[in-house]
């Protein structure tokens, strides 16, 4: 521990007040740009800028729209790049503003919690990121290598314009990186069953995903003369196949490896299971397929997710169309996922086609060079908790970052519940002040390792 690192404590309220004037900031990004109110990000990013003077007055700034790619040239090896760390300023939209208990883009702050859409996913890991880079330089912290930082607005509607766009301007320039670290992985209690501690899981990887569009035509008519298959029959006959035929369940080798990693803080007889997990495959796969947070572990998974046809009760539809929603294991891709269904539908009447954005699984995730640099910080600022690998089931900014680092790290240092994690997209997204500590003082630490190589 450093003298500028102690542990964390809960965040001052002058901390905490500089998280809730972001989350004021109504960052909403939409599928259609036009519809995004730009107004809210110029108001957000001249927030960071009077916030955190001394990070725009020394380090290099690029920006691609909204979108922030910061460079720290190092101090001994400006050259060499250790550390690509990526968070985003964009958010989803609220649905239901009523049921909030203080409105999602009001930032409140108690003496426990700062509220608000953001909080958790993902404004408070730009702000702890700036919060910790800021301390550093006020403390004449400089890394040896260079360091950069890249902010998304768009990752909340597949990061296209903004993450993209920094990838591709760091992969142009040759930029290679030893660590890239981004929002994901986090530490739950109460989730992981079987375990008593707390569970830090450092994804290292992600699912990739997929849309497939069914649809079907149909002469239509009155619904008195049907034929034997109406198009919303035929469709729901097509979903029903692809819901009922999932892909095979599967270990993959980053799924060995959490278990493994998991297996000492286990009971008899996981522990013993465990211990053979290679060759009892296929027993500790169902065992994981048994509960929905667990199955998404061990099989690309199957979600139909919207469903339309027909226009009136009487009459025959001329056109049904439904889509499912993949997330796709490593070892699988998104065209198996293609003819995965047009080879359990059989039915040449129905049309299966991609739709939407798609992404590829992680290549071949694992736990790379700087792993155990993130799982030792885990353990500083959150002592006696079980450290493991896993995936993150979604998508996230740093799969276009993928191939510039040799360690990548989906992972933030706040112990969250079940409930907690509901909150995520969901209703009273709020961070504790505890939690809020806990991530400036690891990217702190995280900085003052930088600066010592």
Known sequence: MTATTPAPQ??????????????????????????????EFDRFVAFLEQSFPLVHAELELETFGHSRLYRWPGSTAPERVSAL???????VPVDDVSGWTHPPFAGVVDDEFIWGRGAIDDKSRVVAILEAVESALRDGVRPRETVYLAFGHDEEVNGVRGAQSMARKLREAGIRTGLLLDEGGVITTGVADGIDQPVATIMVGEKGFATVRLSVSDPGGHSSMPGKQTAVGRLARAVARVQDHPFPLRLTPVTVDMLTRLRGFMSEPRRTLLGMARLAGPAVTRILAARPQTE????????????????????????AEAFVNFRILPGDSVADVLAHCRRIIRDDQVACELTGITSEPSPAPAAGPDFDLIAELAREVVPGIAVTVGLVPGATDARYYDDLAETRCNFAPIILTAADLDRIHGTDERISRLNYARLITFNRRLLDRLAAG
């Open 85 to 91: 760390l990526l968070a985003h300023m964009d958010v």
């Open 10 to 39: 809960l965040v001052d309220d002058a901390t905490a007040e500089r998280l809730a004037a972001a989350l004021r900031c109504v960052t909403i990004s939409r599928e259609d740009p036009a519809e995004t109110d730009t107004a």
């Open 296 to 319: 998404a572990l061990v099989r690309t998974t199957t979600a139909p997710t919207v469903f339309h046809g027909g226009v009136k009760s009487n009459v025959l539809p001329q056109r």
